[in-house]
Structures are given as structure tokens and as C-alpha cells.
């Protein structure tokens, strides 16, 4: 689906302007908080000061050292590692010093691993967790659930295993959960229902082993981009759907879902939806035809029966191949009289 505007892409953009500003003020030459300092220190010490951190030497205003931005106080508030296949190690947990974070953002370190650290939880102001691309792996832990400002979760293409917490329920203000291409198992808690008005813009678990059905709660959730493919998904997925829902995209494909689609009313401003590869049964409802920015519809490999609705009759066949008895274009089965 027109790639779900990545989080990333947009943290990633989002961090660059942030970085730009920074740039332009860098003549300032400020030193940061003495506290922050030690602990940036104490990372680049846990780092076994690889040339990563040659920037960052103690007689130089540690404001001005690489991947780090101050605000206007000398704090640290955004520390960002992009692209490096050199630096190597763990996580560490001195990372905890830096209590003024808003945003850590760890971005394809091929040779980063071992777990995610106890003290990121220390750090209770952040806004934005993004830890992507790298060979981080263990558990998601269960102590994000400190992180109760957090409207950014992004963990994928890691090497997670083990269940998604209960614990990130408690994360009000997520609109972004990012668990792409790990291998998480288990089923989707039934997350952020609890909240008063939730809205959460991407709920992206694709390429994963969750299993189990969707919670029920998610029927009073507003998702605007979702992909679930390429788990082993059953059971209903109908919560998703409604007239008057804000979903733009859905990416179902690859799991066992079954459910009857007969009864789903699609939301108006739905623009993609990929079910293809799972057990769904039922008919396409004409209601489709009011779904009027409709790109992708792919329902192939399913149970589906009875005639795709003519609005749908301008889509290549293959969006409709392989299941129980559907009939009428694009399909070369006429429905029988
Ligand atoms: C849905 O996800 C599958 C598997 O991840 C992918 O192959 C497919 O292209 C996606 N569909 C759309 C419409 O993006
Ligand atoms: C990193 O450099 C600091 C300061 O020069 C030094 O005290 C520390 O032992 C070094 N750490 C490693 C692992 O090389
Ligand atoms: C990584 O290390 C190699 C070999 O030392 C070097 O050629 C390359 O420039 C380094 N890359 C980065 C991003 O530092
Ligand atoms: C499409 O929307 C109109 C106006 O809301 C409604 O009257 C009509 O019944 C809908 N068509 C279908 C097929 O649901
Ligand atoms: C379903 O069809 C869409 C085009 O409508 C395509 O982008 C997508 O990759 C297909 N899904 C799978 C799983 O092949």
C-alpha cells in the first residue's frame, strides 16, 4: 500500500529539520548540562570510545558533538545514531543519565545487539523510542510501560522475540507502534482502548508470529494504518472496519483470518485494503461503491463467494482469483442467472 509514510521517513525528515535548526545556531558553541555530559561520556566509554564518538571529546561544547541536539537550556533532548554498520555493542545503560530526552532514535546499526536496557525506562520524558535495522534482540520489555509520554513506539526489523507487554496499555498517548519484521509471538493485547478519544495512526505488526485473534477492543479504536500480514492471525477482523472509520490503508494479507466480509461496511475514506491470503467467506458488499478513492483491493485467496460489485470491475483480475465461488468481472466467471 503506498508505503504507509514510514514513521521513520518521517521521524527521520522530522529529526533533520530539528538537526538543521541546530545547525544554524551552532556558532552558539554551547556546553551541555554538566549532567548530561558525563552521561554522554559514559556512553561513549560503554562504547569502548570506537571512532563513532571521535566528535565527542571533552574540551569541545558537547552541544556541538555529533548525533546530539540541546535545547535552548544546554539539555540533551534528542540523541539520534543513524546509519553506521561500524559501531558495535550493546545498548548501554549509562543512556539513562541523559533524563532530558525526548527523542532516542537508533537507526540501521547492523552491529548493535543484545537487549534493550533497563534504563531507557529512566527516561521518562521521552516522546519518541525508535530503535530500527539493527540486531537488537531479546524481549520487548515489559518496563517501557514506564515511558508514559511516548507517542512514538518503533521497533522493527530487529531481531525481537517473545510476547508484545500488557504493559504498553498504559501508553496513552501512542499514535505510532512500529513492530514490524521481529519475531514477536503470541496475541495483540488489546492495547490503548482504555484511552478517552484513541486515535492511533499506524499500527504496523506485519512480518511477525503473533497468533490469536483481534481484540475486540479495537473496534473503538480510530486506526488510519494498519498492516497485519504475515502473521498467523484468526478469527474476525471486522472491528477494523465501519462507515465513519478514519482507516486509510489495511494490510491483512498472509494470516488465517476468517470471517464472514458480508456484513463489513468499508470506511468512506479507505484507500487501500489488502485481505488477500486468508479464509475469509461471504460476499464483497456493495457498499465498496462508496468507498470512491478506492486504489488496491485485494481479496484473492479467500472463501469469498457471489458477483464482485461492479465498481470493482476495473481492478485486475488477480485481486480476486482463488476463492470459493466469486463471479463476474473482472473474473472470467459469469454468475449464474
Ligand atoms: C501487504 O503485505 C504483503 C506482505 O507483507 C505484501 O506483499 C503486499 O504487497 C502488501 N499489500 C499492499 C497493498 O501493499
Ligand atoms: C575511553 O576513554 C576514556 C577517556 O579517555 C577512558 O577513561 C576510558 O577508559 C576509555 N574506555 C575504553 C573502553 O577504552
Ligand atoms: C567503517 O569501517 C570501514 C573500515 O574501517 C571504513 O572504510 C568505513 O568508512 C567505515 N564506515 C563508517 C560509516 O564509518
Ligand atoms: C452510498 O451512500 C449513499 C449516501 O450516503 C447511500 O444512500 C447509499 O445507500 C450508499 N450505497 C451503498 C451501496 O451502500
Ligand atoms: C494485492 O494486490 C495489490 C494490488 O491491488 C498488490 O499491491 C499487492 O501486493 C497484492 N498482495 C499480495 C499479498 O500479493
Known amino acids: 500500500m503506498s508505503t504507509p509514510p514510514s514513521a521513520h ?8 529539520v530539528l538537526a538543521g535548526a541546530v545547525i544554524a545556531s551552532a556558532e552558539n558553541n554551547k556546553d551541555c548540562h554538566p549532567s548530561d555530559k558525563a552521561a554522554l561520556l559514559a556512553v561513549k566509554s560503554a562504547f569502548g570510545n570506537q571512532s563513532h564518538f571521535a566528535s565527542w571529546t571533552p574540551s569541545t561544547p558537547c552541544c556541538d558533538w555529533h548525533d546530539i541536539t540541546c535545547n535552548d537550556a544546554g539539555r540533551v533532548i534528542i540523541l539520534l545514531f543513524f546509519e553506521d554498520v561500524n559501531l558495535t555493542g550493546t545498548i548501554p ?12 532514535n537508533l537507526y540501521y546499526l547492523p552491529a548493535i545487539s543484545g537487549p534493550i536496557p533497563k534504563g531507557i525506562a529512566k527516561l521518562s520524558k521521552l516522546t519518541s523510542l525508535s530503535i530500527s535495522l539493527t540486531s537488537v ?13 511516548l507517542n512514538d513506539l518503533t521497533l522493527s526489523s530487529n531481531s525481537l522475540t517473545g ?17 514490524r519484521n521481529n519475531r514477536l509471538t503470541g496475541t495483540i493485547p488489546p492495547l490503548f482502548y482504555n484511552s478517552k478519544s484513541p486515535i492511533i495512526s499506524y499500527l504496523l505488526l506485519s512480518n511477525n508470529h503473533l497468533s490469536g485473534s483481534i481484540p475486540t477492543e479495537f473496534a473503538a479504536v480510530g486506526f488510519q494504518f494498519i498492516d497485519l500480514s504475515h502473521n498467523a492471525l484468526t478469527g474476525d477482523a471486522s472491528v477494523f472496519f465501519g462507515r465513519t472509520k478514519e482507516l486509510e490503508s489495511i494490510n491483512l494479507s498472509h494470516n488465517a483470518l476468517s470471517f464472514d466480509l458480508s456484513s463489513v461496511e468499508f470506511p468512506e475514506e ?26 488496491q483491493f485485494n481479496v484473492s ?22 476463492n470459493k465461488c466469486l463471479c463476474g468481472a473482472p473474473l472470467p466467471d459469469p454468475c449464474k442467472k
Open 9 to 16: 521517513a518521517f521521524l527521520v525528515l522530522l529529526l533533520l
Open 93 to 104: 545503560d549509562a543512556i539513562s543519565g541523559l533524563t532530558e530526552l525526548l527523542v532516542l
Open 137 to 149: 534482540s531479546g524481549p520487548i520489555p515489559s518496563f517501557l510501560g514506564a515511558l508514559t509520554k
Open 163 to 179: 510476547t508484545i507487554p500488557a504493559s504498553l496499555a498504559g501508553l496513552r498517548y501512542l499514535d505510532t507502534i512500529d513492530l
Open 270 to 295: 479507505m484507500q487501500a485494503m489488502d485481505a488477500s491470503y486468508n479464509a475469509i467467506r461471504g460476499g464483497i458488499p456493495a457498499q465498496v461503491a462508496n468507498v470512491t478513492n478506492l486504489r
Open 301 to 322: 485467496y479467500n472463501k469469498l463467494c457471489g458477483q464482485v460489485p461492479a465498481a470493482l470491475a476495473r481492478l485486475d483480475v488477480y485481486n480476486f482469483q482463488h
